[in-house]
């Protein structure tokens, strides 16, 4: 496990991580160019390679669209678009000599609809979205896996800032979608428990080759989930459900379609 822009304490960091695991803390800062080199050829020199880039680094604002200054815009974009972008394309060197190579874009349901005040944050994961997708379909035949993690409301430092009023009840947490990073990548729990289980903390699952969807929707997984699940069959279900659901009302459909592409 590689941690980059660290921050508080790495032996803080390191206690926090599962007993053997075997960790890299590279603090410093994730938007900087000089920064992310050195962080690649230290996971190259400590691992000899690379397997999964996870970016999830990002931040938030609420500011009416008015408000919002070219400075700020470009600080949201900087952290939310440029940098995931770019650390993408300096990992693909390494991910191509990977055999199990993937690389999950944690963006937001802003990236499929707009919020009050959060223009430049829903821009950036619009642009973060579209930019995963692309680059997914490039480098599909190189055996990489591309995905984007779109969570509803997330109970994070992040939230707490952007919206003190939220108290994180019925809210998904970092550790469910540390449960679906781990699932797309084949390590997390495939079973039907875990299924149940995401129907319990109302959180959604969809996902083709190239996006991985979550949303708060009790009804839709309930819906599809069955015994002694297999992960392609829940995808499978959820892919039609999602498509009856457009027949039947395409407005309701509006998210699900942006999925299917």
């Not at 994730?30 to 992310?36: K, L, R, S, T």
């Not at 050829?41 to 690379?50: D, E, K, N, P, S």
């Not at 690389?103 to 990236?111: E, G």
């Amino acid at each position: 496990i590689v941690k980059a822009d660290v921050q508080g304490s790495a032996e803080a960091v390191r206690a926090s991580l599962p007993q053997g695991t075997e960790a890299l803390l590279l603090p410093g800062d994730v938007n900087d160019a000089g920064y992310q080199d050195a962080c690649f050829a230290a996971v190259q020199a400590r691992f000899g390679g690379l397997d999964v880039l996870v970016n999830c680094a990002g931040m938030a604002q609420s500011d009416a669209f008015e408000d919002i200054t070219p400075a700020r815009f470009d600080e949201i974009m900087t952290l939310n678009c440029r940098t995931p972008f770019f650390l993408c394309q300096k990992a693909l060197p390494l991910l191509r000599q990977s055999q199990a190579a993937s690389i999950l874009n944690i963006a937001s349901v802003t990236a499929h609809k707009g919020y009050v005040r959060q223009a430049a944050y829903a821009a950036s994961k619009h642009a973060m979205a579209g930019f995963t997708k692309t680059l997914a379909a490039e480098v599909y035949e190189q055996g990489i896996r591309v995905h984007l993690i779109s969570p509803g409301g997330v109970f994070t430092d992040m939230a707490r800032v952007s919206r003190p009023d939220l108290t994180g009840e019925e809210m998904i947490t970092a550790e469910d979608i540390a449960e679906i990073v781990l699932l797309l990548n084949g390590r997390g729990t495939e079973s039907s428990e875990l299924m149940r289980g995401m129907a319990r903390s109302t959180i959604k699952m969809v996902t083709d080759s190239v996006d991985a969807y979550v949303r708060r929707d009790t009804a839709l997984a309930e819906q599809v989930i069955a015994e002694d699940d297999t992960v392609d069959d829940y995808f499978t279900r959820v892919r039609q459900a999602l498509i009856a659901r457009i027949a039947a009302d395409p407005a309701d459909g509006e998210f699900a379609l942006d999925i299917l592409m």
